[in-house]
Nanobody, 124 residues
Framework: QVQLEESGGGLVQAGGSLRLSCAAS????????MAWFRQVPGKEREFVAA????????YYADFVKGRFSISGDNAKNTMILQMNSVKPEDTAVYYC?????????????????WGQGTQVTVSS
């Protein structure tokens, strides 16, 4: 089993920045992908960004390109989502996810492990 724990959520003003962290523990894989999803009440959980274990590939949803940056620290088993120029529509619960794969998928069903989520609220 893999345990994921998010941290860093909170309240931020529009145009500001926030840094989310995801700490992984438990079973490790040679090849895996870690991702961020987000969800607002009444809507489906949507893909935000993902990165391979080696860091050689990353992928972003169009609505965060140029504003968010994903990175990983294998030594610390931690993944970071740097959120810049945030907008009120970025308000959501952000979830960390992990899946055994060498290819990045945007489909949440491709990820077997999930954190509990951290709330991000962007005020206008």
């Amino acid at each position: 089993q893999v345990q994921l724990e998010e941290s860093g959520g909170g309240l931020v003003q529009a145009g500001g920045s926030l840094r989310l962290s995801c700490a992984a523990s438990g079973r490790t894989f040679n090849r895996y992908v870690m991702a961020w999803f987000r969800q607002v009440p009444g809507k489906e959980r949507e893909f935000v960004a993902a990165i391979t274990r080696t860091g050689d590939m990353s992928y972003y949803a169009d609505f965060v390109k140029g504003r968010f940056s994903i990175s990983g620290d294998n030594a610390k088993n931690t993944m970071i989502l740097q959120m810049n120029s945030v907008k009120p529509e970025d308000t959501a619960v952000y979830y960390c996810a992990a899946g055994e794969s060498s290819v990045i998928f945007r489909n949440r069903l491709s990820y077997a492990y999930w954190g509990q989520g951290t709330q991000v609220t962007v005020s206008s």
